[in-house]
């Protein structure tokens, strides 16, 4: 059974601080990892991808992974209010396999 | 380029009535998948169609469910009869075949059964 597993939260964070989401999966194989966004009532929008064990930075955003820990997570540098919504780690064991979610972390920016 | 779409947004309908949802994916992208996502939880995959072929429907219920892609290109999703658990929102997504570069969601059908 293919799992990631994610904290659902609320995490709470003030402006401008640093917000670090985490996400675990179970499967060793899996070679591909997403990060999405989802705003209240939206649907998930694709916000960082990651393939490689290490560092990955987009503008404020940093995904990191350690495929031996099975980990992945996400920072989010100078928060900001718009980045209040619910994240969602995904992964792909292979690419002709459907991406498997997590729950989600619901993430509060508060000014 | 035009992005995925779906219909109706939103639809509320009684338990044991039927419904159905359509979706046109992104030109090109060979593989769309149906997804549910409940209040609160993540999506979960329904099925998985490659070009007008099924890869993946182990999740589907498939006594109440059943998804088509004629033609390799839009798809229906329909749901008889419905059940209260039903309600969610119902997500189609598409991509280039592989999927390792991720998908595209469409804006969802949120469906309320009463």
């Known amino acids: 059974q293919k799992e990631v597993e994610q904290n659902s939260g609320p995490l709470s964070v003030p402006e401008g601080a640093i917000a670090s989401l985490n996400c675990t999966y179970s499967d060793r194989g899996s070679q591909s990892f997403f990060w999405y966004r989802q705003y209240s009532g939206k649907s998930p929008e694709l916000i960082m991808s990651i393939y490689s064990n290490g560092d990955k930075e987009d503008g404020r955003f940093t995904a990191q992974l350690n495929k031996a820990s099975q980990y992945v997570s996400l920072l989010i540098r100078d928060s900001q209010p718009s980045d209040s919504a619910t994240y969602l780690c995904a992964v792909l064991l292979s690419g002709n396999t459907p991406l498997v979610f997590g729950k989600g972390t619901r993430l509060s920016v508060i000014a | 380029e035009a992005g995925v779409a779906q219909s109706p947004r939103y639809k509320i309908i009684e338990k044991r009535q039927s419904v159905a949802f359509w979706c046109n994916p992104i030109?090109?992208?060979?593989?769309l998948y149906w997804y549910q996502q409940i209040l609160g939880q993540g999506p979960k995959l329904l099925i998985q169609f490659q070009n007008n072929g099924v890869v993946d429907d182990s999740q589907l219920p498939k006594d109440r469910f059943s998804a088509e892609r004629l033609k390799g290109v839009d798809s229906t999703l329909k749901i008889q009869p419905a059940k209260l658990e039903d309600s969610a929102v119902y997500l189609c997504?598409?991509?280039?075949?592989?999927?390792?570069?991720?998908?595209?969601f469409g804006s969802g059908t949120r469906l309320t059964v009463v």
């Open positions: 997504a598409s991509s280039p075949p592989a999927g390792a570069s991720g998908y595209t």
């Open positions: 030109s090109g992208h060979a593989t």
